[in-house]
C-alpha cells in the first residue's frame, strides 16, 4: 500500500524575501498600435507586468502602495528570471525597480 506522502502532489510556489515583488511580465506585442504584425523574432520589449505576490517587508511598508494583482510599470536591469514555467514570464524585481502602478479612476 502506497504511504500518503507518495499519493499527494505538491505545490512549488516562489516567495519573494526583502523588498522585493513577483512579477508576471506581459507577453511582448507581436503588432504595432497601427496593426503591423512584426516577424517572430522581432517584437516590441514590454516592461509591463502583473503582480504576483510582494514579500512580507513590502506588504507591511506603508511606503510601497502596491499590492497583489496590481499592473505596474518596471524596470527589467535588476529583473531575476524565474525558471519556473515553460514560458518564463515570472521575475523577482525588487521593489524600488517598480516605478509606477497603473490605477483606474471609479
Known amino acids: 500500500m502506497p504511504s500518503p506522502k507518495s499519493t499527494t502532489t505538491s505545490l512549488e510556489t516562489v516567495e519573494p524575501i526583502g523588498s522585493r515583488v513577483l512579477i508576471r511580465k506581459d507577453e511582448d506585442k507581436k503588432q504595432t498600435k497601427?496593426?503591423?504584425?512584426?516577424?517572430?523574432?522581432?517584437?516590441?520589449?514590454?516592461?509591463?507586468?502583473?503582480?504576483?505576490?510582494?514579500?512580507?517587508e513590502v506588504e507591511l511598508d506603508e511606503n510601497y502602495p502596491i499590492r497583489q494583482y496590481d499592473r505596474v510599470?518596471?524596470?527589467p536591469k535588476?529583473?531575476?528570471p524565474v525558471d519556473f514555467e515553460g514560458d518564463n514570464r515570472l521575475f523577482v524585481v525588487?521593489?524600488?525597480?517598480?516605478?509606477?502602478?497603473?490605477?483606474?479612476?471609479k
Open 73 to 75: 510599470l518596471f524596470n
Open 78 to 80: 535588476h529583473a531575476i
Open 94 to 105: 525588487p521593489v524600488e525597480d517598480v516605478v509606477a502602478v497603473f490605477r483606474k479612476e
Open 34 to 56: 497601427s496593426g503591423i504584425h512584426l516577424p517572430d523574432k522581432i517584437e516590441i520589449p514590454t516592461i509591463t507586468g502583473r503582480i504576483v505576490t510582494v514579500s512580507r
